[in-house]
């Protein structure tokens, strides 16, 4: 059975940093990620990343489609690192849980083609010193964004305080055997 792939790969006009698609998202967070349609039915990138992370995680090869699935994979990794930060953190209350990943969404990450990244093999490097600026807070938007939606699913409100056992679950599942950082291992 294949892995699941981005519903964005189709769409041409998609503006891309190296290889790696900007797409746009709803966000609550400021920051230079376009717009989404207005289309109430439009799934953006990060509510994809947050629906396919659990099956995905249960692969190990994921063949690259498109510029859109390599946004996804690194959604799917700093999911991945989110997990394991709680796990960590010893599955913490809510409230610490969302320093701790608020924290890890905005501390400083290496982008395609620095010392560090993980897939620096399957991604291509910005052009220039103004599309790495751009990348940087394009993506810093998107885990700012990715942990802001992700809290709610973690900690239910009938959890009594705990993240869901059905998630902390994949902490020790390594989509494509990576991790986004190196204490996440």
Request: proline share 10%; net charge positive; glycine share 4%.
């Amino acid at each position: 059975m294949p892995a699941y792939h981005s519903a964005f790969n189709d769409d041409p006009s998609v503006r891309q940093i190296g290889n790696l698609a900007i797409l746009p998202f709803t966000s609550r967070i400021r920051g230079p990620a376009p717009h989404p349609p207005a289309d109430p039915d439009y799934t953006d990138i990060i509510s994809e990343a947050l629906l396919l992370f659990r099956p995905n995680s249960l692969f190990r090869n994921f063949e690259i489609k498109g510029a859109a699935d390599r946004l996804l994979i690194y959604l799917i990794l700093f999911i991945s690192d989110c997990l394991s930060k709680l796990a960590a953190a010893r599955s913490p209350p809510q409230q610490e849980a969302a320093k701790v990943l608020q924290s890890l969404a905005v501390d400083g990450f290496p982008l395609p083609g620095e010392a560090g990244f993980p897939l620096n093999s399957l991604y291509a490097p910005p052009g220039s010193k103004a599309d790495a600026d751009y990348l940087r807070s394009y993506l810093s938007q998107a885990r700012q964004e990715t942990v802001l939606r992700l809290l709610p699913i973690l900690y239910p409100a009938d959890s009594d305080g705990k993240p869901s056992k059905w998630w902390m679950a994949f902490t020790k599942r390594k989509f494509m055997g990576r991790a986004m950082s190196v204490s996440a291992a």
